[in-house]
């Protein structure tokens, strides 16, 4: 596609180290299957993190090369988590392993236990990762202008989940988006506003001062309609939690003064979920750019769930994928909602799609059986 159709100027493969690099917390996910987490005898183990989960898809679905940045306290658990990653393709040597204390009174790893929903019943998430190595993180920690710099990467993703985890995660954060575009690295930020994390430090007020100093940053801004409400304070009129129409109109008013106010914002993206049940959701999702304009991808109504966590961030993926490689908006738009639709048919944060498999449901394709 010609350089000045494209909806962003991506580096060239060729001058790059990394395809992507994502900045963020990994966590153990531990599930319990079709049973709760409060009746649970035994948990499947997997690994999840908002960040962390679109840099596995592009490697894993996609076929770029990415790495993670982010800490682990160096015990078995930690080791676990990196078995995960390494399982996810995702280079590792951005993981700064730090000494364990035997108990983890100075450092731990996360645990995400985290139960699918069904019917009326919806999804629960308990974290419990308080004193983090990750949210223990210093700026100075990671040589930013060596990463973006002499190493290259064409792609920044990160978030509000790990801007949340500490005072000093978001600056953390800020560090490595201010590097990344002096270097020409596009930076993608994914609201994800998740209450639980910053109910005992201020709220939403406090979620929508950290995220608008971030925000200045950005070139892709991907979120849902609550994230962009509670972390950023644009409402979506006319539309509660629970939408079950997907009229995209309010949307597109919002993602109008998005882009009135930041004019850093090249993309703006968001997902589109109707909350029928915990298994029956509508999903779609628009996106907007710069140079483009509107695009609306396919909108699928009473989409079967069988784990919605981990969605979005297939969408994001899948966006990240369509504009980096591909090139134009409603490409992009297409390949993050049938990424998100597909791992959402699978259990665990992570997908487990093909390339082949998102081209083809983005394309128009059935369910048919194949064989
Ligand atoms: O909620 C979080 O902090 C997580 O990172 C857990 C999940 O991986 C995430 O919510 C999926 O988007």
Not at 38 to 57: H, I, L, P
Not at 330 to 343: F, K, N, T
């Amino acid at each position: 596609m010609a350089e000045q159709t494209r909806s962003l100027t991506v580096k060239s493969a060729a001058e790059c180290d990394f395809d992507v690099v994502s900045l963020g917390e990994v966590m153990l996910r531990l599930d319990p299957g079709e049973r709760r987490i409060k009746t649970a005898r035994s948990f499947d183990a997997w690994e999840g993190g908002g960040e962390y989960n679109v840099a596995r898809g592009l490697r894993r679905c996609f076929g770029l090369r990415g790495t993670i940045v982010t800490a682990l306290a160096d015990n078995e658990v930690g080791r676990l988590v990196e078995d995960f990653i390494l399982t996810g393709g995702l280079d590792t040597s951005y993981i700064q392993w730090i000494d364990y204390d035997g108990i983890g009174r100075n450092v731990r790893n996360g645990l995400n236990f985290t139960e699918r929903g069904f019917g009326v019943r919806g999804a629960v998430g308990v974290s419990d990762r308080g004193n983090t190595a990750v949210s223990q993180m210093q700026p100075g920690d990671v040589d930013w202008d060596d990463l973006f710099g002499r190493r290259g990467v064409r792609w920044l993703h990160t978030g509000g989940i790990f801007a949340a985890l500490s005072e000093s995660s978001a600056d953390v954060a800020e560090a490595a988006m201010r590097s990344a575009r002096e270097h020409g690295t596009i930076v993608s930020y994914d609201l994800n506003f998740r209450p639980s994390l910053w109910k005992g430090i201020g709220g939403s007020a406090r979620a929508q001062e950290v995220n608008k100093r971030l925000a200045q940053y950005v070139d892709v801004m991907i979120g849902n309609e609550e994230d962009f409400t509670a972390s950023l304070g644009f409402e979506v009129e006319g539309v509660d939690e629970n939408l079950t129409d997907l009229d995209t109109g309010a949307f597109r008013a919002m993602i109008e003064t998005a882009a009135a106010t930041y004019d850093n914002f090249q993309v703006i993206a968001t997902t589109m979920r109707g909350v029928h049940s915990a298994s029956d959701n509508d999903w779609g999702a628009i996106a907007w750019s710069r140079r483009e304009g509107f695009a609306e991808s396919t909108h699928r109504p009473h989409l079967e769930i069988l784990d919605r966590v981990g969605g979005g961030d297939s969408f994001a993926s899948g966006l990240a994928y369509g504009l980096m490689e591909i090139g134009d908006i409603q490409s992009a738009v297409e390949y993050g909602a049938a990424h998100g639709a597909i791992a959402m048919t699978t259990a665990g944060d992570t997908s487990t799609a093909s390339l082949a498999e998102v081209a083809k449901l983005a394309g128009g394709g059935s369910a048919r059986v194949q064989r």
